[in-house]
């Protein structure tokens, strides 16, 4: 069902009873980037009502450090639907917000803050979280850039109870999908989030209908995604070129791969490993008719675009012609 204006209030009253046509289940859908939007869509779309919409607070960003909303409470607002933007979701008022709606569930999608013990208790089917990964591997904030800066050919998205441990819920369902030799975490998150919000769907059809029971997560096969900072896309230009190639895509788009150029930093669109190698040592470049190379263990990689600081991004043919690099000098360095 498609959100609408002319909401209930938040804290408005609730009939205990539904009449014949009336939404499956009253949800809060809690959720903040893009990519949480694709699964907004898709339960307005639904038979479920989103009555309200939980997501982070306005933040300042970019240049200007202009104040800007969420996507989530963009789209939310697009749709007429109340939106809450708690500095934590531990605040009182919130709390009391929460039990106010009287929400049968709800869903979480890339919501960015803990939801402590006092609110998931508050629905009468918890909170049911999509995230993107084959639990239990890549518990954590990053399981897309972490799966396929380890090489992994297969992954996923899944649906669980949301507990308070860190991902360690029951699992409702999974979906599975394979990574591709040059998908970046954009190209693969972009997918994961279209076949993730036709699974939370499903889910919450299975729970309004009585039919679902969440599994238990295998005690094996458990790895950590923790969130990727700036500092952790600085690329080493010792490690493999295969190495170096997923750890590029895996930070691509956000929050982008980089490294040093004459002081001054040099962002990295994708690159591409080469199997042969040139003699070249780790960081140091060459400028040929293959392109702009760039030494790493055992190979070197083939330069895509990059961005000078200040500047947009350019092919890496274009930036050589204006740095003209001399024998020898190396990025990174």
């Known amino acids: 069902m498609a959100g609408r204006a002319g909401l209930p209030a938040l804290g408005g009253a609730h009939p205990d009873a539904r009449g014949e046509g009336e939404p499956a289940l009253r949800l809060l859908f809690a959720g903040t980037p893009a990519p949480a939007v694709v ?5 307005q779309d639904s038979d479920h009502e989103v009555i309200a919409v939980l997501t982070r607070p306005d933040a300042r960003s970019g240049r200007g450090r202009k104040t800007s909303r969420s996507p989530v409470a963009e789209r939310a607002d697009t749709a007429g639907i109340p939106v809450l933007q708690p500095r934590s979701p531990r605040e009182p008022e919130f709390l009391d917000q929460l039990a106010e709606l009287a929400v049968d569930c709800a869903p979480v999608v890339a919501y960015g803050a803990l939801v402590p013990r006092a609110a998931l208790a508050v629905p009468r089917l918890g909170w049911v979280n999509l995230h993107f990964s084959l639990l239990p591997a890549w518990r954590g904030a990053a399981p897309v850039q972490h799966a396929i800066m380890a090489g992994d050919e297969v992954t996923g998205a899944a649906t669980f109870q949301l507990e308070a441990g860190l991902d360690t819920g029951p699992v409702f369902g999974v979906v ?35 039919t679902l029971v969440a599994e238990p997560q295998p005690a094996d096969g458990v790895s950590l995604a923790p969130r990727i900072e700036t500092a952790d896309a600085q690329v080493d230009w010792a490690l493999p070129a295969h190495v170096v190639d997923r ?21 990295l669109g994708p690159v591409e490993p080469l199997p042969a190698a ?26 895509g675009q990059v961005q000078p600081a200040g500047k947009t991004m350019l092919p890496a043919a274009d930036w050589a012609r204006g740095a003209r690099p001399a024998a020898g000098e190396r990025l990174g360095a």
């Not at 590029?248 to 930093?265: H, L, N, S, Y």
């Not at 040139?278 to 083939?302: F, H, I, T, Y």
């Open 39 to 43: 699964a907004l869509e898709a339960l």
């Open 176 to 210: 599975t999908e394979t990574i591709g030799a040059r998908d970046t975490a954009g190209d693969l998150l972009d997918r994961l989030a279209e076949s993730g919000a036709r699974l939370l769907v499903a889910t919450l059809d299975g729970l309004a209908a009585g």
């Open 278 to 303: 040139p003699g070249l040592a780790p960081g140091e470049l060459a400028v040929g008719p293959d392109g702009v190379l760039v030494g790493a263990a055992g190979g070197s990689v083939r330069l």
């Open 247 to 267: 750890r590029v895509r895996g930070v691509t788009p956000v929050p982008g791969a980089w490294t040093t150029w004459r002081g001054d930093r040099l962002r």
